[in-house]
C-alpha cells in the first residue's frame, strides 16, 4: 500500500485534534502539511456532550451540532472545514504501530503514515470490568461511554429498555452524569459504588451530601460501600441482573459502567519517557523524544501553579494544551520561543438543572460555604481548599458566569486567609471578604468588590 507523508501529523482524533488543527491553521499550516488520523468517524467533537445533551430525550444534541470548537464558544469545525484548509482528516483508521525512530506510523489495515513533526493525541480509553474478570462482565447491554459509537448504542438500548431498570457502576462524574440522564429518560436507577461518597477524588463530604440527596430525591437510588462482583444472563446473553459484594442482586436491563480510565499511551511504550502514568512532557508539551508532542489526556507535564508533574482528563486542559504545543512547534520552527504553559486546572459537569465549576487544586483543609441543602429551591453552595493559609481551590455549584469567572480568579490568585477557624466556623461568616462576597455574588457590584481583595492577596 502506498506510503503516505505529512509535514505534521496528529495521531488521535478528539478534543486535543481539532482545537490543535485550528491552531495549525491560526499558525498558517499550508494545504497538505497537517493529516489528523483518528479511529474514530466522525470529524473532532467536544466529547462531554456524551454524557450529558447526546442522551436527552429532547432538545437532543447530534452531530454536526457539537464538533470542535463550540464548546469554547468558538467556530464550529465542519468536516468540510479540513478538507477548505487543505487538512487530511484520516478517519476510521486505527494505528496499531508507532516507530518513533523512523518516523514512520502503521494502521490496521497496514497503510503507512510519515511525518516530520508528530502531536501524540490519543486521549484515555475506560477501565472495563472484563479487564478484572468480572464474571458475566461481557453481557449484552452492558455500556461504557468513551466515544460516539457507546453513545449511540446506549441512546438505542434507552430505547428499546423503556421504562426499564438500570444499574450505574461507579459514582463518578460519569456514573453521575448518567444515572442523572438515564432518570430523565424515565429509566429507574440505582448507583453503586464503594467509596462513602460520590465522586471522591474532588467532592468533601459536605458537597457529596448535597447531590447524594438531589438525586434520591430525583428517585435515583444510591447504594454504597460495595461493588458489582458479577452479572446475570438470559438466553440472548444480555444482562439481566447485578450481583454485588455484600449479597444484593440488583434487577437490570442496562448497566452503564464508569469506573475510570486509563490514558492510552502503549503505541508508544519503551521510545518515550513516561511518568505519573502519562507521556512526560515539558512545558511547550515536547515529549523527551525530538519532534514528537503529547497533549491532552495523554500529556504529564509541569503543572507550573502548583510546581509539580501533573496529567490531567479535562477537556479545557486538552484544548489548551493542544494550541501551546502548536504555537511552540511554529515559534521553533522560526527559532523563537512561547511562554510555558501556566494552567489553571479546570473541571466542569452538569446533570438535571445543576451546575458546578471547579478551578484549582483541591488539597488542604476545606471550608463549605452557602446553602447546601438537597431541598432548597435556591441552593448555591460552594467550598474552599486552604492549604498554607491560602485559597488553593474553589468549587461552585450554580454559580453565574460572572461568580465563576471569580473563583477562577481566587484559585489562581491565591488569597491568604488569616483565620481559617472563624471561616470555617462562622455561619455566615463576616470575617473573610471573599466570603462575604460569595454571599452577595448574584449582585454584579459585589464580584467587582472582590478584585481589591484579589489584588490585595488577602482575606
Ligand atoms: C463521556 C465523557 C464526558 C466528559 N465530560 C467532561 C466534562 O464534563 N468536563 C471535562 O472537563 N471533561 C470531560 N470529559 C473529559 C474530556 O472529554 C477529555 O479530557 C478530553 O476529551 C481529552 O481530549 P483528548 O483529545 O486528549 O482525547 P479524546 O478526546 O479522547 O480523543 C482521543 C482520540 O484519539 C483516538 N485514538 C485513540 N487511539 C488511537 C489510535 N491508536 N489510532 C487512531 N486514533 C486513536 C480516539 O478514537 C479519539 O478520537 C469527558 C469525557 C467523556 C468520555
Known sequence: MAEKSFKYVIVGGGVAAGYAAREFTKQGVKPGELAIISKEAVAPYERPALSKAYLFPEGTARLPGFHVCVGSGGERLLPEWYTEKGISLILSTEIVKADLSSKTLTSATAETFKYQILLIATGSTVIRLSDFGVQGADAKNIFYLREIDDADKLVEAIKSKKNGKAVVVGGGYIGLELSAALRVNNIDSTMVYPEPWCMPRLFTAGIAAFYEGYYANKGIKIIKGTVAVGFGTNENGEVTDVKLKDGRVLEADIV?????????????????????????????????????????????????????????????????????????????????SVDEYDYLPFFYSRAFDLSWQFYGDNAGDTVLFGDSSPTSTTHKFGSYWIKDGKVVGVFLESGTPEENKAIAEVARVQPLVQNLDKLATEEAPKTCTIYINFKTLAAEAAILSLSPVIKNGSC
Open 256 to 336: 452503564i459502567v464508569g469506573v475510570g480510565g486509563k490514558p492510552l499511551t502503549t503505541l508508544f511504550k519503551g521510545q518515550v519517557e513516561e511518568e505519573k502514568g502519562g507521556i512526560k512532557t515539558d512545558a511547550f508539551f515536547k515529549t523527551t523524544v525530538p519532534d514528537v508532542y503529547a497533549v491532552g489526556d495523554v500529556a504529564t507535564f509541569p503543572l507550573k501553579l502548583y510546581g509539580e508533574m501533573r496529567r490531567v482528563e479535562h477537556v479545557d486542559h486538552a484544548r489548551k494544551s493542544a494550541e501551546q504545543a502548536v504555537k511552540a512547534i511554529f515559534a521553533s520552527e522560526q527559532g523563537k
